[in-house]
């Protein structure tokens, strides 16, 4: 069997762009097919998944799948599922309160986080920054962020994972070392106030940053971080403050679109494959934070150990940081305004 990737289209906007990749058997057929519904940075983590899913269920099953990805601002992701927009067999998303929000509408069952192992949680990931070489600006903490002259890059964290993972890590890092929510929501404000616009979604963003050169930092997933610098042959560094965020992306099926589809055996048999030795090793080298300890320490060279704090640091849970921060009249509609690019 080979298997091969077609690009069948994107959906795109002045707001967002997404696109949609599709995996078939040599043949162009398929007995069965699953729609993944994604955040913006996974492409290529599930581009690399995908084909070893498929061929590891076919010599099982005898049975061959089509697999499509979807990609866009997390946020934004989930509400395109739940309009039905997207008819979603599985969500693997930036953060586990656009999957609660899945199942506050009923489109997931109750107790979702448990169906699979790590609370439905693959891997973990964190929040970073990118610089230009030679870190022209010494930007080593969150404080430096907003010296004079400093330029953010960072997505709009209405519509976006790292968006909202990004003002929630300058959150804590007020707050976890003794700053009081007062300087937090100064210190949120003024980052802000550098950023020269909020892009919908994490890969425009970094192709901001990366290839049009906007900006003198960008706030980064790791995994995206990593594929910046490695592409950018010398011209981008890494910077690891000395505290971030523990990034906990969720993962489940769609009950009321399985249920539909007919896909809930092989929806379930795709997500638990993330949790396998092969799943867990593909998600180490894509440069996620992979659950087995023993393969995450396999890759400490590229995914050293950082000071991660985790969101019962600054809320009671993800469900109550969504409400508290990212909910209209939040904290973040307090310190910032949307800023789409003016060119």
Same mark, same amino acid.
């Given at each position: ?30 007995? =069965?097919?699953?729609?993944?519904? *994604? ?31 979807? =990609?866009?601002?997390? *946020? ?7 309009s039905g927009e997207l008819k979603a067999d599985v969500v693997t998303l930036g953060l586990p309160s656009d999957v609660e929000a899945l199942h506050n509408k009923g489109m997931i069952a109750d107790g979702w986080e448990k169906r699979l192992p790590h609370d439905s949680r693959p891997y973990n990931s964190t929040i970073v920054f ?9 930007? =080593? ?6 010296? #004079? ?10 519509? *976006? ?25 100064? @210190? ?23 290839? #049009? ?34 990034? #906990? ?9 399985? #249920? ?12 638990? @494959? ?24 396999? =890759? ?8 991660? @704090? ?21 904290i973040i509609d307090a310190v910032y305004a949307p800023k789409p690019r003016s060119d």
């Amino acid at each position: 069997m080979r298997i091969s990737w077609i690009n069948i289209g994107a959906v795109a906007s002045i707001a967002v762009a997404a696109a949609l990749l599709i995996t078939r058997n040599g043949e162009g057929h398929a007995a =069965h097919y699953l729609l993944n519904v *994604s955040y913006d940075p996974t492409r290529e983590l599930y581009q690399s998944i995908n084909p070893r899913f498929v061929e590891n269920y076919e010599k099982q099953t005898g049975s061959s799948v089509a697999i499509t990805q979807s =990609h866009a601002g997390s *946020s934004y992701q989930a509400r395109r599922v739940s309009s039905g927009e997207l008819k979603a067999d599985v969500v693997t998303l930036g953060l586990p309160s656009d999957v609660e929000a899945l199942h506050n509408k009923g489109m997931i069952a109750d107790g979702w986080e448990k169906r699979l192992p790590h609370d439905s949680r693959p891997y973990n990931s964190t929040i970073v920054f990118v610089v230009r070489k030679g870190n022209p600006h010494a930007i =080593h903490d969150w404080p430096d962020l907003i010296k #004079e002259g400093v330029e953010i890059i960072v997505p709009d964290p209405k519509t *976006s994972g790292n968006g909202k993972l990004a003002a929630l890590a300058a959150w804590g890092a007020v707050v976890t070392r003794g700053g009081s929510e007062s300087e937090a929501k100064a @210190f949120l404000k003024e980052l802000y106030a550098h950023t020269p616009f909020l892009d919908p979604a994490a890969r425009s963003t970094g192709v901001a940053f990366a290839i #049009e050169k906007k900006g003198d930092v960008h706030l980064a997933w790791e995994n995206e971080a990593l594929r910046e610098t490695k592409d950018s042959k010398g011209a981008l560094e890494i910077v690891y403050p000395p505290v971030s965020i523990r990034a #906990e992306p969720s993962v489940a099926w769609v009950d009321s679109n399985v #249920e539909k589809h007919g896909s809930a055996p092989l929806a379930r048999a795709y997500l638990e @494959f993330l949790f396998t030795d092969e799943g867990q090793e593909i998600i180490a080298r894509e440069g996620y934070r992979p659950q087995n300890q023993q393969i995450l320490e396999k =890759h400490a060279d590229r995914l050293p150990k950082i000071n991660l @704090f985790s969101i019962t640091a600054i809320a009671q849970d993800w469900s109550d940081a969504q409400r508290r921060f990212f909910a209209d009249n939040g904290i973040i509609d307090a310190v910032y305004a949307p800023k789409p690019r003016s060119d």
